[in-house]
């Protein structure tokens, strides 16, 4: 796991992923633009995706197939890289978050909710699409993340859009039935976009990595049966 | 030690090198207990099959030409004065239905055959 | 010790299926597969690294079923060599190193710099051979004892080729390395292999070796009555034309009257592949 863990790595962290995010950080810093750095963090989420991505095109899926690393290990290498790429999400939403806090009067609860939405996104998006990539290929996998992106869009447009009418509500109603455990998706995207109270957070942080644990193990089970 | 291998002859590669080893051998060129190539290296040098060596090693053995020491190699066994007479005789042999059918063809008798013999001889 | 067994592995496909197949390979040997585009060579060689799965049959690879762990002992390059397109040598050789239990370092920087590979270039700029030299840089430098060769020699020149089958020559001079080697350019098999698998249509159609092949059969030509006057076990392939007839023949089933001339491997499959 050390050797694809150390390709992964140093694929990511090559100038032309380092270059714009260092360059957004700073722009978010002086600017105190803190839209930045969910950009930042949006960025950060999709790398994972985007190293099956690779792996696929350089045909690194079959070469790795010849290292001496079970199955079960490159399907846990991607999960890690995800953990380390929330981690490293988390840290750099933080900094800047706090960094021009003063700036706009955050409280803790508001600074929290930001660098959570980060967290999520991180988690969220490669639990979603890893288990399709590694059953079936990534390219099955990449329709999965465009149909989570629009999704999303579409939605987040729509809530902004029309919260008070009708529609609204019979939508509101729709969305309220695709539950994930004790939330529901409308009071998620609500946190993501307006705020909420710390157990609204600290809830949907632990279902996104109840989710990500899930995730793990469809991952693992579909891999096993991958044929190359 | 020449060992020349022609891929294109038709010739069994094993019998080429049976054959060229016994003559090297039989003529001195290879003396007792000299070493002998180990099967790999010799196949491996000639760009040919370990198995086929093998083989030819393994005929060479069994006729008494060469004997193997483990973990130590192949050796040039001993002249056999018995082998070497036969194999003498037969050459001796084949040599003698040349000449008689060279002397049918220019109209030679037998008697004409032993006097050249006798000529040569003084 | 026999370096690969395989007995009896069959795979169904939609529109291919492949085997029963049946495979020895001694330690110390080059086994060369030869077969068509589309014959089953990729799809054997594939079920033996455990990158598919076959519907039956079993598989042992250096006295032992295979694992993850084997792999450390096995040195495979397949048609296409899929490393990172951004990364150079050194950072390739970096994760090698950490994936490998004996990774030689030494024994790698010695065969970069043989085959003149640029240590500061991004592998996607490599042509194909220089792809395939690396493959085989890597696969030649942790200690394996297996080889397993999977079109290497598509689309290089003769001059490549010949280093490689050098190469493999020199890796089996010790014999407890061994290697399997697919190719459907004949004429460099038949340089290097001690044993030769045909494979035809998903058929195993032979496995022997290579020498005694050339020693049994023999290309003859003569007229049609001829040929249809012999035993038929004796014919293993033939080609009739408005000329005459040509055939490959077993030698020990034909009269030694026949002017049978040597038979090149390439011809013997060619002909019982049609036969066939």
Known sequence: MKGLLCKDLTEMLSPVNLIPAAVAMLAGMILKLPYLFACIALFIAVMPADSMRRDAVSRWETQQMMLPVSRFCIVTEKYLLTLICAAAAVLLTGLGMLWIAPAYQLDSEELLLWVMRACLCCLLIPALVCPVSFRFGYDKGRGILFLLIVFFAVVTASELAVPETEFGTVYAKLLSSISLSSMTLRDILRILLHGGSYKMILISVFCTLILTFVSWLLSLWGFCRREF | MNLFIDNKSGAPIYDQIYSQIKALIISGALSENDPLPSIRSLAKDLRISVVTTKRAYDELEREGFLYTVPAKGCFVAPKNTELLREEHLKQIENHLLEIRQLAAACGMSKQDIIQMLDLLDS | ?276
């Open chain 3, 1 to 276: 010790m026999n370096a690969i067994e395989i007995r009896n592995i069959a795979k169904k496909y939609k529109g291919f299926s492949l085997g029963p197949v049946s495979l020895t390979l001694p330690s110390g040997c080059i086994l060369g597969l030869i077969g068509e585009n589309g014959a089953g060579k990729t799809t054997t060689i594939k079920a033996l690294l455990g990158m598919n799965r076959p519907d039956s049959g079993e598989i042992s690879l250096l006295g032992q079923p295979l694992s993850a762990d084997l792999r450390n002992e096995i040195g495979v390059v397949l048609d296409e060599v899929g490393l990172p397109e951004n990364l150079h040598i050194r950072q390739i050789e970096k994760i090698m190193k950490y994936s490998f239990r004996n990774w030689q370092s030494d024994a790698f920087a010695e065969y970069i710099k043989k085959f003149n590979l640029p240590e500061n270039k991004r592998f996607k700029t490599f042509s194909k051979g220089m792809k395939m030299k690396l493959g085989l840089a890597i696969a030649l430098s942790h200690d394996a004892k297996l080889l397993v060769l999977d079109e290497p020699t598509a689309g290089l020149d003769p001059l490549v080729r010949e280093e490689l089958l050098d190469l493999l020559n020199d890796f089996t001079r010790d014999e407890g390395h061994a290697v399997l080697i697919s190719s459907h350019i004949v004429s460099d098999l038949e340089k290097v292999c001690d044993y030769i698998a045909f494979l035809h249509k998903g058929q195993l159609m032979l496995c022997e070796e290579k020498d005694r092949l050339l020693e049994q059969y023999g290309f003859l030509q003569t007229t049609e009555e001829n040929l249809n006057a012999l035993e038929p076990d004796a014919i293993k392939g033939r080609r009739v034309t408005q000329y005459g007839a040509e055939a490959i023949v077993d030698r020990t089933r034909v009269p030694q009257t026949f002017d049978i001339r040597p038979v090149t491997i390439e011809e013997l499959f060619v002909y019982m592949a049609k036969e066939g």
